[in-house]
């Protein structure tokens, strides 16, 4: 079945510094969907991408979806103690509307 | 607008006991999501509902867990027994089937299931 990786799974920064997380699948995807799950809470979407080479900005946020369809990356740039939480790619296969979560990256900000 | 509406919250029952959840989707939605999520990973999808139908239930241990949807809205997710490893949190989501194919999953809080 569908095999999707996230690295790293731990991240710490210190506030201003950037972060990436990365999102691998092993098939190529229809879509991938990336969420943020705050502690103790649930998972938020925050943007789904799906042409090949897609590049998408929410303020200080990046979303890259490969030439190939098959990995994904957030970046945040200079981080906030805002964006602390866990970050999830949900990788969208073949069977439409189910998506395939990666084990997420935590991470924390340090001010 | 709503969001997506589990109930209970927090659930602590004994091995071997029945627990059922509650989930009320979004208005609208034709499409209603159970996930199990594990401390420290990702939600692990157990069944996905097109209105009133499984259309996904692959992931379901069908032993001891079931879920409906009988009018194609509100839905129950059981356990029974539950067993030690089943303590968890259950996230229920849904979305709207748009002609364009972009679909976004809203969650609900999420009920954390504890079993002793």
């Known amino acids: 079945g569908q095999q999707v990786m996230q690295i790293p799974q731990y991240q710490h920064v210190q506030e201003g510094e950037d972060f990436t997380t990365y999102c691998n699948s092993s098939?190529?995807?229809?879509?991938i969907q990336w969420y943020k799950q705050r502690p103790g809470g649930h998972p938020v979407f925050l943007i789904q991408?799906?042409?090949?080479?897609e590049v998408k900005k929410q303020k200080r946020l990046t979303f890259q979806f490969g030439e190939a369809k098959k990995n994904s990356s957030l970046h945040i740039t200079a981080t906030q103690t805002t964006d602390v939480g866990t970050y999830f790619c949900g990788a969208g296969g073949t069977s439409y509307g189910k998506l395939t979560f990666g084990q997420g990256t935590i991470l924390t900000v340090h001010p | 607008e709503a969001g997506v509406v589990q109930s209970p919250r927090y659930k602590i029952i004994e091995k071997k006991q029945p627990v059922a959840f509650w989930c009320n989707p979004i208005?609208?939605?034709?499409?209603l999501y159970w996930y199990l999520q594990n401390l420290g990973q990702g939600p692990e999808l157990l069944i996905r509902?097109?209105?009133?139908?499984?259309?996904?239930d692959s992931q379901l241990p069908k032993d001891r867990f079931s879920a409906e949807r009988l009018k194609g809205v509100d839905s129950t997710l059981k356990i029974q027994p539950a067993e030690l490893g089943d303590s968890a949190v259950y996230l229920c989501?849904?979305?709207?089937?748009?002609?364009?194919?972009?679909?976004?999953?809203?969650f609900g809080p999420g009920t954390r299931l504890l079993v002793l």
């Open positions: 208005s609208g939605h034709n499409t």
């Open positions: 989501a849904s979305s709207l089937r748009t002609s364009g194919g972009r679909e976004t999953q809203y």
């Open positions: 098939t190529t995807l229809s879509n």
């Open positions: 509902y097109e209105n009133e139908e499984a259309v996904d």
């Open positions: 991408l799906v042409k090949s080479g």
